[in-house]
């Protein structure tokens, strides 16, 4: 629930997770004890959901794409050999394993709008809140891997703005779907009468529109969120607007702390702009934290992932279309042709840098913007000053090593964040995830823009399902001859 007038901001804290061996922190699955290869065995995602659960996690954050890294070096071998996000699999599966094992772990599933129909994703979203009595969330992308194109028959990736104008139509779809299309009380289950659901209150949507024809009606009941939390992926300008109009959480980043700040002003400024209040969005980002009982143990776990850490899957996450291994370390960017292009990560700003200093930052843990190693009371103090000064209001927390990263999370940094005030100390029993975050209650609030079409509104015809009415069957006689 929402905290008190003048009390410290709550942390939304996520854990940062994929249905692959090595999601973002590269080379450290090859760690002793790690966990990573097990990722195609149920057990895994149980006994990671229990941890979770019991150190007090608000969710944790599944991401995906639908495609491999295949622009660094002009193919995917390099992906491939590290297990870079490939092998990989469907991030939405595992919640109901996870589910079955937990009451109040939340699930946050990324799921693009670029590829697939918008009606058989709405069925399957209001499938896992429903199994999940509420505790699902949905990360929408737009896809951007070339290679994603390329699966679902294109030749190239759609262009950015034209993938958001998509969306847009994409959510409208959902939106009757899951708020237009069946009032609250449609389930009636009248045995005496053998009516289980009263089709007057059930409705089509007849969406007619630039990318999408769906009649309706949404096959699935409300489940208890109706619309799923709606949390988006995004630094565009672009990607801001869409934002401010429909997301409830966003995961965002930038290259420096000041950047983030600036970020995450414009973000909040978009819901306003949306007609919606900035508290409406809730701005998460990554994290890397190393914590141990004293510094010097911290630092020596922050050696021992930096020791496995490969500069090359980050080279390939970041879709860099030029090698920078294939050149001399002392030479100036400004002097090579090729590295006037960039990766979705860096770019080239100092053409007087050396390949050698470009090169540094991949694979260099601690380069991240929001960083910290050292002890429970540094760590605490780190992320507190990330709530006040830089005004994210939570993180995913990356793992370098699978389960010791939350473990170490969970028995030294969750206590202390407790004592003062940054974490619930327990969870409420009564809570769908988006009460948890917002504490305002299970539905999208009416501000927002998906709630238009309660009750119908907005639909081409608000009527419910019913049979046609029957014509009166010509007289006989009148029946006109040749």
Same mark, same amino acid.
């Given at each position: 629930m929402s905290t008190s007038a003048g009390a410290p901001k709550r942390l939304v804290l996520n854990l940062f997770e994929m249905n692959c061996v090595s999601h973002i922190t590269h080379g450290l699955w090859r760690l002793p004890d790690n966990n990573r290869e097990r990722f195609n065995d149920i057990d895994y995602w149980t006994e990671l959901a229990r941890l979770l659960e019991d150190g007090g996690f608000d969710a944790v954050f599944l991401a995906d794409v639908i495609g491999t890294y295949d622009v660094f070096r002009g193919s995917a071998e390099t992906a491939v050999r590290q297990g870079l996000q490939i092998p990989n699999?469907?991030?939405?599966?595992?919640?109901?394993?996870?589910?079955?094992?937990?009451?109040? *772990? $939340?699930?946050g599933i990324t799921f693009s709008t670029t590829y697939e129909p918008p009606f058989a994703w709405a069925r399957r979203a209001s499938t896992l809140d429903h199994l999940t009595k509420g505790r699902v969330g949905w990360n929408i992308v737009t896809?951007?891997?070339?290679?994603?194109?390329?699966?679902?028959?294109?030749?190239?990736?759609?262009?950015?703005?034209?993938?958001?104008?998509?969306?847009?139509?994409?959510?409208?779809? *959902?939106?009757?779907?899951w708020e237009g299309s069946w009032d609250d009380d449609a389930i009636v289950a009248d045995r005496q009468?053998?009516?289980?659901?009263?089709?007057?209150?059930?409705?089509?949507?007849?969406?007619?529109?630039?990318?999408?024809?769906v009649e309706g009606p949404h096959l699935p009941s409300p489940s208890r969120q109706r619309t799923p939390l709606l949390i988006t992926a995004t630094q565009s300008e672009a990607g801001t607007a869409f934002a401010g109009k429909h997301a409830e959480v966003v995961f965002t980043g930038a290259p420096d702390q000041a950047g983030l700040a600036a970020t995450v002003a414009r973000l909040k400024q978009a819901a306003v702009d949306a007609g919606r209040r900035d508290v409406d969005l809730k701005v998460i980002t990554t994290a890397g934290v190393i914590v141990g009982r004293t510094e010097?143990?911290?630092?020596?776990?922050?050696?021992?992932? @930096?020791?496995?850490?490969?500069?090359? $899957?980050?080279?390939?996450?970041a879709g860099l279309p030029w090698d920078p291994t294939a050149h001399p370390a002392d030479a100036r960017l400004g002097e090579l042709a090729d590295a006037a292009?960039? $990766?979705?990560?860096?770019?080239?700003?100092?053409?007087?840098?050396?390949?050698?200093?470009?090169?540094?930052?991949? $694979?260099?843990?601690?380069?991240?913007?929001?960083?910290?190693v050292g002890?429970?009371? @540094?760590?605490a103090d780190e992320i507190e000053r990330w709530l006040d000064e830089l005004d994210i209001d939570g993180i995913n927390l990356l793992q370098y090593h699978t389960y010791d990263t939350a473990r170490d999370f969970i028995e030294l940094v969750v206590p202390v964040l407790r004592e003062r005030g940054r974490l619930r100390s327990s969870y409420d029993e009564r809570e769908s995830l988006r009460d948890r975050i917002f504490g305002e209650g299970d539905r999208l609030p009416e501000r927002h823009y998906g709630a238009r079409y309660r009750g119908g509104a907005h639909l081409p015809d608000r009527t419910g399902i019913s049979d046609p009415v029957p014509t009166e069957p010509e007289p006989a006689g009148h029946r006109l001859t040749a």
């Open positions: 699999n469907d991030p939405a599966v595992v919640v109901p394993a996870m589910a079955a094992v937990t009451r109040h *772990l $939340g699930f896809s951007y891997l070339p290679n994603a194109a390329r699966n679902f028959g294109l030749e190239e990736e759609v262009e950015h703005d034209e993938r958001f104008a998509r969306a847009e139509e994409y959510l409208d779809v *959902l939106y009757k779907l009468r053998n009516v289980f659901a009263d089709p007057s209150r059930i409705r089509p949507i007849h969406h007619d529109g630039r990318y999408f024809k010097e143990e911290a630092r020596a776990k922050l050696a021992r992932f @930096q020791e496995l850490s490969d500069p090359e $899957g980050y080279l390939a996450h292009a960039h $990766g979705r990560w860096r770019r080239v700003a100092d053409a007087e840098q050396t390949v050698g200093d470009f090169l540094a930052g991949f $694979g260099d843990l601690s380069a991240h913007p929001l960083f910290v002890t429970p009371v @540094q760590v």
